[in-house]
């Protein structure tokens, strides 16, 4: 409640990945108050997607015990390139349906409230620091490193979006011009060819192909070989497992001094998958980032774990939203007449 | 003359190099009114540079034809990393004897003028941006490829300063992270390394000490093997040349395509003397950007070389100046009380 007696406003997040949808309330500082995860189905298509992510939407209200009335908007963060300004994906690998689908404003108007869509990396970063690891920070850059790496920026407060929407997208930045490695987008020498979950598994296999010995090959030869179990390996000192993770630990660390070469923000995270890795994995990119970047933020730029998880997704697109009805507000001196959607 | 017969105010900018201290005095559009150059002599210090700079922006207010009174601000562009808030050089190598010093203040003191300090890199990525190849856009990264590489970036019209002076500093980003040359401040991989004037010579001794087979062999043994020599053997379709133009078209484009998978803007541009390679240097370039990029930037970004050449760094730090005190002035409501010094 507000001084007045009145409550604080409320943000609808909603993270919408090429398996699951994520639903949360989360109140005026970033807290959730409930969230909920409902499969996407992505192969039945935008039309059916956006009565689930309304249905979803809805439940979740139900659930916090928020009244509709105290939202104030909504943010959808979404796989892919967005062209914000349209409130569209561009182009989705796992939403391959979804392309050009007026999806923020038919979803605005179904729940009656302003839509915004933002891409789902960027909400993650913008999630950390409203609510996270970065609330403490005015620029940070997140990178998610699961299958993929997801990577947003905060700078001064707001996301680096880019012209084209493809702001952040660090996962597909070049860090081996020379015979790099061919990436999911389908060039060469991309940091998420050397450092995602995937590139780790294809890097131990080719290990094993080439005749490395390791206690990773039994895991292979029983089709348990992951991501999770290489990492556990290298904690057990297996020799190719420690190579592999500071192989992984290397090419992330070039990501994050080029990022601090370039946008130069307080903090860069690492969260996804990865981040189990463990401490270990942290003080290894914290010093080949220390050796690598440039003074002084070689010093003083902090690498850490990102905090919120999976939750980050809609904290994030929930906190953008909230941004953005205030900054339109600040800009007409009223709360009337919004047509963000 | 406004229309209410007051001259529009003027700008003062100076661009402090290792060698060559330029001063300019321009318009309220960005336009040059008078300009000089004079030699930094660094070895003297920054007590007698202070000197230097204060006689320089003297003469050059008055071979302006303007008054003093109507020089509203004073914008210095330095070489090296900048504490923008602090007013002083962090470190620069080209004036080591000037780390610390608060020239900003101490200069602003002398001209009486609001005087803000910013990297000499970024100056010429604002003026670009202000009052030359840039003036349709919101957001562009200006390489200026020299004996270095320096670099700026504007994102929606501000400098990307970053939070240690670091913003924009992409001639150090890591485009070889796997057996990378060695760059000049000592790192490894960095576009600077495959890129810079003094890379292409480099690369090119090494190509005739192994053996290669090239008109450039009859200049290394006379002395006069520079970079300008190279790109000329390249436009006569000399072999090794071309080669050598080729990589270093690559290496940029690999650093254009990073800023574009990051910062994404409207216009990537290179200036510097590499800019006097001519049309067919940036043509390659634009092809190798072409086929790196992402969609839709591939298709969008412009890729372009700059227009204002050694007068981007004076144009550009007024016009930051400007923007600063006009940004100070719109918090404060009043022109009064400025502490920018």
């Known amino acids: 409640m507000n001084p007045d007696g009145r409550r604080s406003p409320c943000y609808l997040g909603l993270d919408l990945g090429g398996t699951n949808i994520k639903a949360g309330v989360v109140d005026d500082q970033g807290v959730p108050l409930a969230s909920l995860s409902v499969p996407t189905r992505a192969d039945l298509g935008p039309e059916i997607g956006l009565e689930t992510l309304a249905n979803a939407a809805n439940r979740v209200v139900e659930a916090s015990g928020v009244d509709w009335s105290e939202i104030e908007a909504v943010g959808l963060g979404a796989a892919g390139t967005i062209d914000a300004a349209r409130g569209w994906i561009v182009q989705a690998a796992n939403l391959p349906l979804w392309n050009l689908f007026p999806i923020a404003s038919r979803l605005g108007d179904r729940l009656q409230r302003p839509t915004i869509l933002l891409n789902d990396a960027n909400a993650a970063a913008f999630g950390e620091y409203w609510a996270g690891a970065g609330r403490s920070t005015e620029s940070l850059a997140l990178f998610t490193v699961g299958t993929g790496i997801g990577c947003g920026i905060v700078e001064s407060g707001r996301l680096l979006e880019g012209r084209h929407g493809l ?50 090959r039994s895991f292979l030869a029983e089709g348990t070989l992951t991501a999770e179990r290489i990492a556990r390996c290298a904690s057990e000192r297996d020799r190719l497992a420690l190579r592999l993770m500071r192989e992984t630990a290397r090419a992330l660390a070039v990501g994050a001094t080029t990022v601090m070469h370039t946008v130069d923000p307080d903090l860069v995270l690492f969260g996804g998958g990865m981040a189990g890795a463990g401490s270990d994995f942290l003080r290894i990119i914290r010093i080949l980032v220390r050796a690598m970047a440039l003074p002084p933020a070689n010093a003083r730029t902090r690498i850490e774990f990102a905090k919120l998880g999976g939750d980050a997704g809609f904290i994030g697109a929930a906190g953008w939203a909230r941004k953005s009805v205030r900054d339109l507000g600040d800009q007409r001196g009223s709360r009337r007449g919004f047509e963000m959607v």
């Not at 081996?176 to 940091?191: F, I, N, V, Y």
């Not at 131990?204 to 005749?211: C, F, M, N, T, V």
């Open 167 to 216: 702001g952040g997208e660090c996962g597909h930045m070049n860090i081996q011009m020379q015979g790099g490695r061919r990436c999911s987008c389908g060039k060469r020498g991309h940091l998420e060819a050397y450092a995602s979950a995937s590139s780790l598994v294809r890097r131990a296999i080719e290990a094993l192909d080439a005749g490395a010995d390791s206690t990773l």
